[in-house]
């Protein structure tokens, strides 16, 4: 067996590339002795000097060998200098990448700094180069903007500029700047030459609308994020040619099948359909074949179309309170894709088998033409179950909705045995008026028509992935890898502070961090554990290697069910097209070797849909409170740094910050183990989780932010940990007590 110190260096050198077959293969193991170095590759990965990404074992802050970076500067040179787009901060500051020249034709476009290319990543002779890693770009991403966004207000000399990113400072516009730009405009600026004193100085280059206007706070985030949300004129030609998709080729007349949507109240479309029965297979006592329909977009999208590239350019459809930016114009979305009731319509479905237990015997995919019996709110599907059925439902309610449930009730035996992770996270919708204001803020009831179409869909994604699989095709699974060690140790170290612990040995399954859920449900320290367990999760990316999805506790995983909204989705009917023989649309050739680019770029795009939508529920709650300074509120701490602590309203989910310099009068040391800021005098303790009263005392609409200041009092620290504190604070060198702004200058010291 090779040495712990001999595997680590064949990992530092081929980053990104080793894998346990490729260790065995260069140091000659095989046989029993496979078994022990996988003994050792656990002890390292245990250690915390080694991890595993989708099979390929890496060091800690590692680059994976096909990354995205983003260009940051030139060098002396004149080559560019980059960073990993997506740098996990635990590993310190990001690894800096020299860009070397590409061989060939000339990229188009040309990368310049700012933008964002997919690379191949190689280590380097850090004394040859003075970087530790070269790269070489295949494809430039969609350029960032350049530009600042913020809002024009005139002044009697001219005009600020009041930035959309909190992070930026506002900037003077003389007259001769503003390029036609009126007060409360949002704009975009670009900065000139830098003056010695003052504020920075700008021009106006766009004038993108007016603040007052009905969707202004939802343009803030698509600007600032730069999504495309206008379609180009030949997409929109397109999709508007397009013919509805007739009986033929092969497809299956499912017309006959009262196949049923349960949606939102308000959506308008509608891309899955469900149906239920039990099994008169006598093999199968007490069993139920379950229907999942799916828009056939494949249909409609073909590769490589105007259609297709936008599709993937967006990613994802974005939905704001106020309007929804679609992944496709709404001619294919919302008409010709849209499961209506009582219209044809193509669509892949998948029939499932599964046992009284709730274990999926067997499945089948076809390429059908449907007619849905009927459109179904959550609301409405399940006051008919509960006994309330209304005129739509009624007639619907034996035939249709009583075998669904019953369906559900067989199939949650099977997911309860499966434990998904299991977190009580309730979620807040934010419900606009007609002036694009803020009309209410509730909490959805979560009914068991939302859970029964939940576990219908996974199901679904789950067989298509099984089916492909077997099939050998490729596919862009979604995958979701368990936490980090560094993310483990730090949720250890919280839990023990509550007299809770984390097993250390072993792979931890969802059903562990299950058993902690269950211990503190309905107690005081509910919502801080269910919290603080969600930020040990990783997230949740696309990828064609399959490592399995932890928090739903499954082997394979990918995205089927929502081909109007996801590109994902839309690859994988490609891929049960083509692999199953079902007619036109199917995956294109050559697209193994695009797929990791692809799966980079749907991530990206949902990670920014994901911010942009956060933005605007900030930006719109921020409004709504501008007239509100000095209320009161309560809420819970949902955040604890250095730099202060990040409180929730109870009465509208808002986050505001506190500064930590203006809580009470000691001085407080942020205690990460406790997720906590600590008086170091008064052992006074204000920790994640906490009911805190709170004073609003600012707000910046246009960033989104607001500012609080403490009401509450703390908790108290017992005597002893207080002790204990106060010796570990006074070996950082600071001091126990006393106000900041009590020390000379009035700032912290």
Same mark, same amino acid.
């Given at each position: 067996?090779?040495?712990?110190?001999?595997?680590?260096?064949?990992?530092?050198?081929?980053?990104?590339?080793?894998?346990?077959?490729?260790?065995?293969?260069?140091?000659?193991?095989?046989?029993?002795?496979?078994?022990?170095?996988?003994?050792?590759?656990?002890?390292?990965?245990?250690d915390g000097? +080694?991890?595993?990404?989708?099979?390929? %074992?890496?060091?800690?802050?590692?680059?994976?060998?096909?990354?995205? %970076?983003?260009?940051?500067?030139?060098?002396?040179?004149?080559?560019?200098?980059?960073?990993?787009?997506?740098?996990?901060?635990?590993?310190?500051?990001?690894?800096?990448?020299?860009?070397?020249?590409?061989?060939?034709?000339?990229?188009?476009?040309?990368?310049?700094?700012?933008?964002?290319?997919?690379?191949? +990543?190689?280590?380097?002779?850090?004394?040859?180069t003075?970087?530790?890693?070269?790269?070489?770009?295949?494809?430039?991403?969609?350029?960032?903007?350049?530009?600042?966004?913020?809002?024009?207000?005139?002044?009697?000399?001219?005009? *600020?500029?009041?930035?959309?990113?909190?992070?930026?400072?506002?900037?003077?516009?003389?007259? @001769?700047?503003?390029?036609?730009?009126?007060?409360?405009?949002?704009?975009?600026?670009?900065?000139?030459?830098?003056?010695?004193?003052?504020?920075?100085?700008?021009?106006?280059?766009?004038?993108?609308?007016?603040?007052?206007?009905?969707?202004?706070?939802?343009?803030?985030?698509?600007h600032?994020?730069?999504?495309?949300?206008?379609?180009?004129?030949?997409?929109?030609?397109?999709?508007?040619a397009?013919?509805? /998709?007739?009986?033929?080729?092969g497809?299956?007349?499912?017309?006959?099948?009262?196949?049923?949507t349960?949606?939102?109240?308000?959506?308008?479309?509608?891309?899955?359909?469900?149906?239920?029965?039990?099994d008169?297979?006598?093999?199968?006592?007490?069993?139920?074949?379950?229907?999942?329909?799916?828009?056939?977009?494949?249909?409609? $999208?073909?590769?490589n179309s105007?259609?297709?590239?936008?599709?993937?350019?967006?990613?994802?459809?974005?939905?704001f309170?106020?309007? $929804?930016?679609?992944?496709?114009?709404?001619?294919?979305?919302?008409?010709?894709?849209?499961?209506r009731?009582?219209?044809?319509?193509?669509?892949?479905?998948? *029939?499932?088998?599964?046992?009284?237990?709730?274990?999926?015997?067997?499945?089948w995919?076809?390429?059908?033409?449907?007619r849905?019996?009927?459109?179904?709110s959550?609301?409405?599907?399940?006051?008919?179950?509960?006994?309330?059925?209304?005129?739509?439902?009624g007639?619907?309610?034996?035939?249709?909705?009583?075998p669904?449930?019953?369906?559900?009730?067989?199939?949650?035996?099977?997911?309860?045995?499966?434990?998904?992770?299991?977190?009580?996270?309730?979620?807040?919708?934010?419900?606009?008026?007609?002036?694009?204001?803020?009309?209410?803020?509730?909490?959805?009831?979560?009914?068991?028509?939302?859970?029964?179409?939940?576990?219908?869909?996974?199901?679904?994604n789950?067989?298509?992935?099984?089916?492909?699989?077997r099939?050998?095709?490729?596919?862009?699974?979604?995958?979701?890898?368990?936490?980090?060690?560094?993310? %483990?140790?730090?949720?250890?170290?919280?839990l023990?502070?509550?007299?809770?612990?984390?097993?250390?040995?072993?792979?931890?399954?969802?059903?562990?961090?299950?058993?902690?859920l269950?211990r503190?449900?309905?107690?005081?320290?509910?919502?801080? +554990?269910?919290? $603080?367990?969600?930020?040990?999760?990783?997230?949740?990316?696309?990828?064609?290697?399959?490592?399995?999805?932890?928090?739903?506790?499954?082997?394979?995983?990918?995205?089927?069910?929502?081909?109007?909204r996801?590109?994902?989705?839309?690859?994988?009917?490609?891929?049960?097209?083509?692999?199953?023989?079902?007619?036109?649309?199917?995956?294109?050739?050559?697209?193994?070797?695009?797929?990791?680019?692809?799966?980079?770029?749907?991530?990206?795009?949902?990670?920014?849909?994901?911010? /942009?939508?956060?933005?605007?529920? @900030?930006?719109?709650?921020?409004?709504?409170?501008?007239d509100?300074?000095?209320?009161?509120?309560?809420?819970?701490?949902?955040?604890?740094?250095?730099?202060?602590?990040?409180?929730?309203?109870?009465?509208?989910?808002?986050?505001?910050?506190?500064?930590?310099?203006?809580?009470?009068?000691?001085?407080?040391?942020?205690?990460? /183990?406790?997720? /906590?800021?600590?008086?170091?005098?008064?052992?006074?303790m204000?920790?994640?989780?906490?009911?805190?009263?709170?004073?609003?005392?600012?707000?910046?609409?246009?960033?989104?932010?607001?500012?609080?200041?403490?009401?509450?009092?703390?908790?108290?620290?017992?005597?002893?940990?207080?002790?204990v504190?106060? *010796?570990?604070?006074?070996?950082?060198?600071?001091?126990?007590?006393?106000?900041?702004?009590?020390?000379?200058?009035?700032?912290?010291?």
């Amino acid at each position: 067996m090779p040495s712990r110190e001999a595997i680590l260096a064949y990992i530092a050198e081929h980053p990104g590339k080793a894998t346990k077959r490729e260790i065995s293969k260069h140091f000659g193991i095989s046989g029993g002795a496979r078994i022990a170095l996988k003994r050792l590759l656990k002890e390292l990965s245990e250690d915390g000097l +080694v991890e595993k990404h989708r099979k390929k %074992l890496t060091r800690p802050g590692d680059i994976p060998a096909i990354t995205v %970076l983003l260009i940051t500067e030139r060098d002396d040179d004149g080559e560019f200098v980059a960073q990993p787009a997506n740098w996990d901060s635990d590993h310190g500051s990001p690894l800096r990448v020299l860009i070397r020249q590409n061989r060939g034709k000339p990229l188009v476009p040309a990368p310049g700094v700012g933008d964002r290319v997919l690379a191949h +990543v190689d280590p380097a002779d850090l004394g040859e180069t003075g970087f530790a890693h070269t790269a070489r770009i295949i494809k430039v991403l969609e350029k960032r903007a350049a530009s600042i966004l913020g809002v024009v207000r005139i002044t009697p000399g001219g005009a *600020r500029i009041e930035p959309v990113d909190r992070k930026q400072k506002e900037a003077d516009v003389s007259p @001769d700047d503003l390029n036609g730009a009126k007060n409360g405009d949002l704009v975009s600026v670009e900065p000139k030459r830098a003056t010695r004193y003052g504020l920075p100085r700008v021009r106006v280059i766009e004038v993108i609308g007016e603040m007052t206007s009905e969707k202004a706070v939802s343009m803030i985030a698509i600007h600032a994020h730069d999504i495309p949300y206008i379609f180009p004129a030949q997409v929109l030609e397109d999709a508007e040619a397009a013919k509805p /998709a007739k009986l033929s080729g092969g497809r299956e007349d499912w017309r006959d099948i009262p196949l049923v949507t349960i949606d939102p109240a308000d959506a308008k479309d509608h891309d899955d359909a469900v149906y239920a029965e039990p099994d008169t297979d006598p093999e199968n006592p007490g069993g139920f074949l379950v229907t999942v329909a799916i828009a056939d977009v494949a249909w409609y $999208v073909r590769p490589n179309s105007p259609l297709d590239r936008e599709a993937l350019k967006r990613g994802n459809s974005v939905y704001f309170p106020d309007r $929804v930016v679609p992944m496709l114009p709404e001619r294919i979305s919302n008409d010709l894709c849209s499961l209506r009731e009582s219209e044809d319509r193509p669509a892949l479905a998948v *029939r499932m088998q599964f046992t009284a237990e709730g274990k999926k015997k067997f499945h089948w995919f076809h390429r059908i033409m449907m007619r849905s019996a009927a459109k179904l709110s959550y609301q409405q599907a399940q006051a008919a179950i509960d006994g309330r059925p209304d005129d739509k439902t009624g007639p619907l309610l034996e035939p249709i909705l009583k075998p669904l449930w019953a369906a559900y009730a067989v199939m949650k035996r099977g997911r309860d045995n499966r434990e998904p992770l299991d977190l009580d996270l309730p979620e807040r919708k934010v419900i606009v008026g007609a002036d694009g204001a803020i009309d209410r803020i509730v909490v959805p009831e979560r009914l068991d028509a939302h859970k029964l179409i939940e576990e219908f869909m996974i199901q679904a994604n789950v067989a298509a992935a099984e089916t492909l699989e077997r099939k050998g095709s490729p596919l862009v699974y979604r995958v979701h890898d368990a936490p980090s060690l560094a993310k %483990l140790e730090s949720l250890r170290e919280f839990l023990a502070t509550i007299e809770m612990n984390l097993p250390k040995s072993g792979n931890l399954r969802p059903s562990n961090f299950n058993t902690i859920l269950d211990r503190v449900k309905d107690s005081e320290h509910a919502a801080l +554990v269910n919290e $603080v367990v969600l930020r040990s999760q990783s997230q949740a990316i696309y990828s064609p290697e399959n490592i399995g999805h932890f928090g739903l506790n499954l082997r394979r995983y990918a995205h089927f069910t929502s081909p109007i909204r996801r590109y994902a989705d839309l690859i994988v009917h490609r891929a049960l097209i083509r692999s199953l023989e079902m007619g036109e649309g199917g995956l294109q050739d050559g697209i193994d070797k695009d797929l990791e680019a692809i799966a980079q770029e749907i991530s990206g795009a949902e990670r920014r849909a994901m911010a /942009a939508e956060r933005e605007t529920i @900030d930006r719109l709650v921020a409004h709504w409170l501008a007239d509100r300074i000095g209320a009161h509120f309560f809420g819970r701490i949902a955040g604890v740094t250095r730099a202060g602590l990040f409180v929730k309203l109870d009465e509208t989910g808002a986050d505001g910050f506190v500064p930590i310099g203006s809580i009470g009068s000691d001085f407080y040391q942020f205690d990460e /183990a406790r997720q /906590a800021v600590i008086g170091a005098r008064n052992g006074e303790m204000f920790r994640l989780g906490d009911t805190v009263e709170v004073k609003l005392v600012e707000v910046a609409p246009v960033a989104g932010a607001l500012r609080f200041e403490l009401m509450s009092d703390g908790k108290m620290l017992p005597k002893g940990e207080r002790k204990v504190a106060e *010796r570990e604070f006074r070996g950082r060198g600071r001091p126990t007590g006393g106000s900041f702004k009590g020390r000379p200058g009035g700032k912290r010291r």
